[in-house]
Protein backbone atom coordinates (compact mmCIF):
# COMPACT_ATOMS: atom_id res chain seq x y z
CA UNK A 1 0.00 0.00 0.00
CA UNK A 2 2.96 2.43 1.11
CA UNK A 3 5.83 0.90 -1.11
CA UNK A 4 7.17 3.76 -2.99
CA UNK A 5 4.83 6.26 -2.09
CA UNK A 6 5.33 9.72 -0.52
CA UNK A 7 3.35 10.31 2.75
CA UNK A 8 3.00 13.62 4.81
CA UNK A 9 2.36 13.59 8.19
CA UNK A 10 1.44 17.09 9.93
CA UNK A 11 2.27 17.22 13.88
CA UNK A 12 4.60 14.27 13.15
CA UNK A 13 6.83 14.64 15.75
CA UNK A 14 5.15 13.59 18.52
CA UNK A 15 4.62 9.76 20.16
CA UNK A 16 1.90 8.75 17.05
CA UNK A 17 4.16 10.29 14.36
CA UNK A 18 7.35 8.09 16.30
CA UNK A 19 5.36 5.06 16.16
CA UNK A 20 3.59 6.22 12.72
CA UNK A 21 7.14 6.87 10.87
CA UNK A 22 8.12 3.19 12.48
CA UNK A 23 5.57 1.01 10.68
CA UNK A 24 5.72 2.96 7.76
CA UNK A 25 9.40 2.30 7.02
CA UNK A 26 8.62 -1.11 7.22
CA UNK A 27 6.58 -0.66 3.53
CA UNK A 28 9.61 0.85 1.91
CA UNK A 29 7.99 4.24 1.19
CA UNK A 30 9.61 6.21 -1.49
CA UNK A 31 9.56 9.20 1.15
CA UNK A 32 8.19 10.28 4.71
CA UNK A 33 8.08 14.46 5.14
CA UNK A 34 7.30 15.57 8.77
CA UNK A 35 5.14 19.22 8.79
CA UNK A 36 5.77 20.68 12.33
CA UNK A 37 6.62 23.70 13.97
CA UNK A 38 9.12 22.97 16.26
CA UNK A 39 12.51 22.51 15.19
CA UNK A 40 14.93 21.14 18.13
CA UNK A 41 11.56 18.39 17.48
CA UNK A 42 12.41 17.51 14.38
CA UNK A 43 16.28 17.13 14.71
CA UNK A 44 15.84 14.66 17.94
CA UNK A 45 13.69 12.65 15.51
CA UNK A 46 16.12 13.12 12.78
CA UNK A 47 18.35 11.66 15.17
CA UNK A 48 16.28 8.94 16.43
CA UNK A 49 15.51 7.19 13.21
CA UNK A 50 18.69 7.90 11.21
CA UNK A 51 17.08 7.01 7.44
CA UNK A 52 17.36 9.50 4.32
CA UNK A 53 13.68 8.46 3.68
CA UNK A 54 12.95 10.97 6.22
CA UNK A 55 12.26 14.62 5.05
CA UNK A 56 11.73 17.54 7.81
CA UNK A 57 9.70 21.00 6.42
CA UNK A 58 9.41 23.17 9.27
CA UNK A 59 5.73 25.31 9.07
CA UNK A 60 2.08 25.11 11.07
CA UNK A 61 -1.14 23.79 9.65
CA UNK A 62 -2.31 27.24 9.97
CA UNK A 63 0.10 28.39 6.93
CA UNK A 64 -2.38 27.64 3.70
CA UNK A 65 0.95 28.69 1.58
CA UNK A 66 3.63 26.69 2.88
CA UNK A 67 1.10 23.35 3.68
CA UNK A 68 0.00 23.57 -0.16
CA UNK A 69 3.85 23.64 -0.49
CA UNK A 70 4.44 20.31 1.42
CA UNK A 71 1.83 19.00 -0.31
CA UNK A 72 3.58 18.43 -3.44
CA UNK A 73 3.65 14.93 -5.21
CA UNK A 74 2.48 13.26 -1.72
CA UNK A 75 0.12 10.35 -2.10
CA UNK A 76 -1.03 10.39 1.44
CA UNK A 77 -1.42 12.83 4.20
CA UNK A 78 -1.90 11.82 7.96
CA UNK A 79 -3.42 14.75 9.43
CA UNK A 80 -1.99 13.79 12.94
CA UNK A 81 -1.13 18.10 13.84
CA UNK A 82 -3.76 20.04 16.57
CA UNK A 83 -3.87 21.61 19.88
CA UNK A 84 -5.30 18.42 22.08
CA UNK A 85 -5.02 19.21 26.21
CA UNK A 86 -8.26 20.39 27.39
CA UNK A 87 -7.56 23.07 29.69
CA UNK A 88 -5.60 24.89 26.89
CA UNK A 89 -8.81 24.63 24.52
CA UNK A 90 -10.94 25.68 27.20
CA UNK A 91 -8.39 28.93 28.16
CA UNK A 92 -7.45 29.54 24.35
CA UNK A 93 -10.81 28.82 22.15
CA UNK A 94 -9.27 30.86 19.38
CA UNK A 95 -5.91 29.38 19.22
CA UNK A 96 -7.59 25.96 18.69
CA UNK A 97 -10.45 27.01 16.64
CA UNK A 98 -7.39 28.68 14.07
CA UNK A 99 -5.39 24.93 14.39
CA UNK A 100 -8.06 22.31 14.82
CA UNK A 101 -10.40 24.10 12.62
CA UNK A 102 -9.10 26.42 10.26
CA UNK A 103 -5.64 24.10 9.76
CA UNK A 104 -7.82 21.06 9.05
CA UNK A 105 -9.55 23.41 6.18
CA UNK A 106 -5.91 24.20 4.78
CA UNK A 107 -5.04 20.45 4.73
CA UNK A 108 -8.27 19.77 2.97
CA UNK A 109 -7.45 22.24 0.02
CA UNK A 110 -3.80 21.56 0.08
CA UNK A 111 -4.42 18.13 -0.59
CA UNK A 112 -7.30 18.73 -3.24
CA UNK A 113 -4.83 20.97 -5.12
CA UNK A 114 -1.94 18.86 -4.91
CA UNK A 115 -3.77 15.81 -6.52
CA UNK A 116 -3.20 13.59 -2.76
CA UNK A 117 -4.39 10.51 -2.86
CA UNK A 118 -6.23 9.80 0.99
CA UNK A 119 -6.41 12.27 3.61
CA UNK A 120 -6.28 10.72 7.08
CA UNK A 121 -7.80 12.70 9.90
CA UNK A 122 -7.16 11.64 13.36
CA UNK A 123 -9.87 12.40 15.85
CA UNK A 124 -10.61 11.69 19.57
CA UNK A 125 -13.66 10.09 21.66
CA UNK A 126 -14.36 13.63 22.76
CA UNK A 127 -15.61 14.67 19.21
CA UNK A 128 -18.40 12.38 20.43
CA UNK A 129 -21.10 14.73 22.09
CA UNK A 130 -18.45 17.37 22.72
CA UNK A 131 -18.42 18.79 26.12
CA UNK A 132 -15.19 20.88 25.59
CA UNK A 133 -13.64 23.14 23.03
CA UNK A 134 -11.06 20.62 21.70
CA UNK A 135 -14.18 17.97 21.19
CA UNK A 136 -15.92 20.96 19.83
CA UNK A 137 -13.11 21.83 17.10
CA UNK A 138 -12.46 17.73 16.82
CA UNK A 139 -16.29 17.46 15.87
CA UNK A 140 -16.18 19.99 12.88
CA UNK A 141 -12.53 18.70 12.06
CA UNK A 142 -14.63 15.22 11.22
CA UNK A 143 -17.18 17.49 9.84
CA UNK A 144 -14.80 18.83 7.41
CA UNK A 145 -13.01 15.71 6.35
CA UNK A 146 -16.51 14.14 5.72
CA UNK A 147 -17.47 17.16 3.43
CA UNK A 148 -14.50 16.78 1.53
CA UNK A 149 -15.67 13.45 -0.24
CA UNK A 150 -18.11 16.07 -1.72
CA UNK A 151 -15.68 18.56 -3.29
CA UNK A 152 -16.21 16.57 -6.76
CA UNK A 153 -12.31 15.68 -6.63
CA UNK A 154 -10.32 12.30 -6.97
CA UNK A 155 -8.78 13.02 -3.54
CA UNK A 156 -10.25 10.75 -0.36
CA UNK A 157 -10.70 12.03 3.08
CA UNK A 158 -11.34 9.52 5.90
CA UNK A 159 -11.76 10.09 9.45
CA UNK A 160 -10.35 7.27 12.43
CA UNK A 161 -11.61 8.11 16.01
CA UNK A 162 -9.77 7.01 18.95
CA UNK A 163 -9.41 7.20 22.87
CA UNK A 164 -6.33 8.18 24.73
CA UNK A 165 -3.41 6.43 23.60
CA UNK A 166 -0.96 4.72 26.32
CA UNK A 167 2.10 6.91 26.99
CA UNK A 168 1.54 9.72 24.57
CA UNK A 169 3.02 13.23 25.25
CA UNK A 170 0.75 13.97 28.53
CA UNK A 171 -0.50 10.94 29.10
CA UNK A 172 -1.82 10.43 32.41
CA UNK A 173 0.04 7.13 33.01
CA UNK A 174 3.30 9.34 32.88
CA UNK A 175 1.72 11.95 35.31
CA UNK A 176 0.58 8.97 37.72
CA UNK A 177 4.17 6.92 37.37
CA UNK A 178 6.31 10.62 38.18
CA UNK A 179 3.69 11.48 41.15
CA UNK A 180 3.82 7.74 42.76
CA UNK A 181 7.97 8.12 42.17
CA UNK A 182 8.17 11.10 43.77
CA UNK A 183 5.46 12.00 46.04
CA UNK A 184 3.94 8.58 46.61
CA UNK A 185 0.74 9.50 45.77
CA UNK A 186 -1.50 10.73 42.78
CA UNK A 187 -4.20 13.27 42.14
CA UNK A 188 -7.29 11.92 40.37
CA UNK A 189 -9.85 14.31 39.00
CA UNK A 190 -13.18 12.21 39.74
CA UNK A 191 -13.58 9.00 42.36
CA UNK A 192 -15.49 7.49 39.11
CA UNK A 193 -14.11 8.73 36.02
CA UNK A 194 -13.20 6.14 33.08
CA UNK A 195 -11.35 6.52 29.84
CA UNK A 196 -10.64 4.24 26.98
CA UNK A 197 -7.34 3.48 26.19
CA UNK A 198 -5.50 1.50 23.72
CA UNK A 199 -2.02 1.05 22.82
CA UNK A 200 0.34 3.33 20.34
CA UNK A 201 0.55 0.15 17.63
CA UNK A 202 -2.78 -0.33 18.07
CA UNK A 203 -3.59 3.07 17.01
CA UNK A 204 -1.46 2.89 14.34
CA UNK A 205 -3.01 -0.34 13.39
CA UNK A 206 -6.46 1.49 12.89
CA UNK A 207 -4.35 4.39 10.98
CA UNK A 208 -3.49 1.78 8.33
CA UNK A 209 -6.69 -0.38 8.53
CA UNK A 210 -8.92 3.17 7.48
CA UNK A 211 -6.25 4.08 4.78
CA UNK A 212 -6.27 0.86 3.38
CA UNK A 213 -10.07 -0.09 3.59
CA UNK A 214 -11.89 3.27 3.13
CA UNK A 215 -13.95 4.57 -0.06
CA UNK A 216 -14.08 7.73 1.36
CA UNK A 217 -16.27 9.67 4.22
CA UNK A 218 -15.89 6.70 6.87
CA UNK A 219 -15.06 7.37 10.31
CA UNK A 220 -13.50 3.76 11.49
CA UNK A 221 -13.39 3.32 15.27
CA UNK A 222 -11.48 0.44 16.91
CA UNK A 223 -13.35 -1.05 19.92
CA UNK A 224 -11.52 -0.21 22.73
CA UNK A 225 -10.98 -1.63 26.50
CA UNK A 226 -12.51 0.89 29.32
CA UNK A 227 -10.47 1.88 32.47
CA UNK A 228 -11.23 3.24 35.62
CA UNK A 229 -9.10 5.82 36.19
CA UNK A 230 -8.50 4.72 40.17
CA UNK A 231 -8.11 0.95 39.14
CA UNK A 232 -5.08 2.52 36.76
CA UNK A 233 -3.71 4.09 39.62
CA UNK A 234 -3.78 1.23 41.88
CA UNK A 235 -2.38 -1.41 39.25
CA UNK A 236 0.51 1.34 38.91
CA UNK A 237 1.34 1.64 42.27
CA UNK A 238 1.17 -2.08 43.33
CA UNK A 239 4.01 -2.40 40.05
CA UNK A 240 6.00 0.41 41.44
CA UNK A 241 5.99 -1.31 45.22
CA UNK A 242 3.05 1.05 46.67
CA UNK A 243 0.16 -1.20 46.91
CA UNK A 244 -1.91 1.31 48.91
CA UNK A 245 -1.18 4.52 47.08
CA UNK A 246 -2.91 7.86 48.55
CA UNK A 247 -5.30 9.10 46.02
CA UNK A 248 -6.59 12.83 46.21
CA UNK A 249 -9.43 14.11 44.36
CA UNK A 250 -8.92 17.17 42.74
CA UNK A 251 -11.84 18.04 40.83
CA UNK A 252 -13.76 17.86 37.39
CA UNK A 253 -11.50 20.71 35.04
CA UNK A 254 -13.77 23.40 32.82
CA UNK A 255 -15.64 20.75 29.85
CA UNK A 256 -13.99 17.51 31.24
CA UNK A 257 -16.68 14.36 31.52
CA UNK A 258 -16.46 11.51 34.07
CA UNK A 259 -17.18 8.90 31.24
CA UNK A 260 -16.31 9.45 27.47
CA UNK A 261 -18.25 7.88 24.24
CA UNK A 262 -16.93 7.05 21.14
CA UNK A 263 -20.56 6.61 19.70
CA UNK A 264 -23.82 8.36 19.97
CA UNK A 265 -27.00 7.14 20.31
CA UNK A 266 -27.66 9.03 17.07
CA UNK A 267 -24.78 7.73 14.91
CA UNK A 268 -25.39 4.30 15.91
CA UNK A 269 -27.88 4.57 13.32
CA UNK A 270 -25.19 4.53 10.85
CA UNK A 271 -22.83 2.81 12.47
CA UNK A 272 -21.63 -0.95 11.16
CA UNK A 273 -19.87 -3.62 12.64
CA UNK A 274 -16.56 -4.23 10.09
CA UNK A 275 -15.34 -7.36 12.34
CA UNK A 276 -14.29 -8.04 15.70
CA UNK A 277 -11.84 -5.29 15.77
CA UNK A 278 -13.51 -2.11 14.21
CA UNK A 279 -17.10 0.22 13.85
CA UNK A 280 -17.40 2.43 11.01
CA UNK A 281 -19.23 5.32 11.27
CA UNK A 282 -21.03 6.09 7.44
CA UNK A 283 -22.12 9.30 6.74
CA UNK A 284 -25.51 10.92 6.51
CA UNK A 285 -23.99 12.94 3.28
CA UNK A 286 -24.93 10.96 0.18
CA UNK A 287 -20.71 9.96 -1.09
CA UNK A 288 -20.84 8.17 -3.56
CA UNK A 289 -19.51 4.36 -3.24
CA UNK A 290 -20.53 4.13 0.00
CA UNK A 291 -23.65 2.26 0.37
CA UNK A 292 -22.24 -0.32 -2.48
CA UNK A 293 -19.02 -0.73 -0.03
CA UNK A 294 -20.97 -1.41 3.25
CA UNK A 295 -24.34 -2.68 2.12
CA UNK A 296 -23.58 -6.28 3.41
CA UNK A 297 -22.14 -5.09 6.58
CA UNK A 298 -24.92 -5.82 9.68
CA UNK A 299 -25.82 -2.33 11.78
CA UNK A 300 -24.39 -1.96 15.20
CA UNK A 301 -26.79 -3.71 18.15
CA UNK A 302 -25.76 -1.11 20.71
CA UNK A 303 -26.93 2.46 20.84
CA UNK A 304 -23.68 4.44 22.37
CA UNK A 305 -20.16 3.02 23.10
CA UNK A 306 -19.43 5.00 27.03
CA UNK A 307 -16.24 4.24 28.79
CA UNK A 308 -18.16 3.26 32.20
CA UNK A 309 -19.16 -0.13 30.52
CA UNK A 310 -17.40 -3.33 30.36
CA UNK A 311 -14.43 -2.03 32.54
CA UNK A 312 -11.15 -3.85 32.57
CA UNK A 313 -10.38 -5.92 35.66
CA UNK A 314 -6.96 -4.96 37.25
CA UNK A 315 -5.10 -7.80 35.92
CA UNK A 316 -6.20 -6.69 32.19
CA UNK A 317 -5.15 -3.57 32.81
CA UNK A 318 -2.37 -4.73 33.92
CA UNK A 319 -1.96 -6.82 30.95
CA UNK A 320 -2.67 -3.54 28.54
CA UNK A 321 0.13 -1.88 30.40
CA UNK A 322 2.95 -4.74 29.87
CA UNK A 323 1.65 -4.75 26.46
CA UNK A 324 2.56 -1.01 26.23
CA UNK A 325 5.97 -1.22 27.60
CA UNK A 326 4.93 0.25 30.71
CA UNK A 327 5.69 -2.41 32.93
CA UNK A 328 7.84 -5.51 33.13
CA UNK A 329 6.44 -8.83 31.84
Not at 62 to 72: P, Y
Not at 190 to 208: K, P, V
Not at 215 to 240: N, S, Y
Not at 252 to 267: N, Y
Request: proline share 3%; glycine share 8%.
Amino acid sequence: MFRDKRILITGGTGSWGYELVRQLLDFGPKEIIIFSRNESSQVAMQRTFEDDTLSFIIGDIRDKDALNRACARIDYVFHLAALKHVPVCEEQPYEAMKTNVLGTQYVIEAAIENKVEKVIYISTDKAANPSNFYGMTKAIGEKLIIHANLLHTDTRFVCVRGGNVLGTNGSVIHLFMKQIREKGKVGITDMNMTRFFLTLQDAISLLFKATEASVGGETFVMMMPTCKITDLAQVLGEAMGNPHVEMNELGVRPGEKIHEILLTEFESQTTIMYDEQYLVILPTLDIPGIKQQYDSFSKVSFSSFCSSHSLMSKDEIKELLVKGGFLPK
